[in-house]
């Protein structure tokens, strides 16, 4: 009787042992040695992210404008981050001012700032802004973003036609010193190309052009620093500006005769030779 009572008593605390298991965790060693129980615990994190800050910007370029038919609405094409669609938002075009000569047109977006940009912002997109004129535009000039100009004037619409360095009309074809600046334009020549013995009638115009070549140093250092590439152009008067009909080195009218003989001799024939100086 009495073992049948110890046997239960065994069983019993056996029971309640697993019972205090299940409840507390699982017992591991502690630091001493005595047992110690650890349980597991279940946390849930958010991850959080920084909103986007949002700032507005003036175009990376402005490519084209046009005109509808009632002469006062108008449409510009800009260059913006994209072509993702959330690069670039809140795309308007607004007037700033105007006057007998210019209409000036202001075009802003917003976009994220800071941080790298997405993937899909970095490149460009085209889009294109719409603002009603305070009266039709004319024979004014269209300024937009103070960088780029468009005129209506000989151009096909409903579009505006781009300006160029000159502005929107260039100087004209006759003996002066701005024309002979857009006749240079005209030229495959470097930047900072000088001229020099312009010889012009209002119809037909000749000069000599220098572009600098060679290493870049001061004026005066030694050979090979003051090395120039020296040509001469010759040109016709067309409505859009002096065209160029021919170049050389050679002295008088030779370049030019083998090419338009009806280039005037009075303007050529005594012209010296050109050689590279150094």
């Known amino acids: 009787m009495r073992r049948t009572r110890s046997l239960l008593t065994v069983v019993l605390l056996s029971a309640v042992g697993v019972l205090l298991l299940g409840a507390c965790g699982t017992l591991r060693a502690g630091p001493d040695g005595a047992a110690t129980t650890a349980t597991t615990a279940t946390t849930e994190t958010t991850e959080t992210t920084e909103p986007a800050r949002w700032q507005t910007f003036a175009p990376i370029g402005v490519t084209a404008a046009r005109l509808a038919g009632d002469r006062r609405t108008l449409s510009v094409d800009v260059e913006v981050p994209g072509p993702g669609k959330t690069c670039a938002r809140d795309l308007k075009a607004v007037v700033t001012d105007t006057s007998d ?73 006759g003996c002066t010193p701005a024309s002979y600046d857009q006749a240079v334009t005209a030229l495959d020549v470097p930047n900072h190309t000088s001229r020099d013995d312009e010889r012009c009638d209002g119809k037909w115009l000749v000069f000599d052009v220098s572009s600098r070549m060679g290493p870049a140093c001061p004026e005066g250092a030694g050979p090979g620093c003051g090395a120039s590439l020296d040509d001469r152009w010759f040109f016709r008067a067309e409505k859009p500006g002096w065209k160029p009909i021919a170049r050389g080195t050679k002295g008088g009218c030779t370049d030019v005769h083998a090419i338009e003989p009806a280039f005037p001799s009075a303007l050529c024939a005594d012209l010296p030779p050109l050689k590279r100086s150094n």
């Open 101 to 173: 000569r210019t209409v000036w047109v202001q075009v802003t977006y917003s976009a994220s700032a800071g941080g790298t940009p997405r993937a899909d912002c970095r490149t460009t997109a085209t889009a294109t802004a719409e603002v009603r004129l305070p009266s039709p535009l004319g024979h004014r000039v269209l300024s937009v973003d103070n960088f780029t100009a468009f005129t209506a004037d000989d151009a096909a619409p409903p579009h505006l036609r781009l300006c160029g360095e000159l502005g929107c009309h260039p100087a004209p074809t």
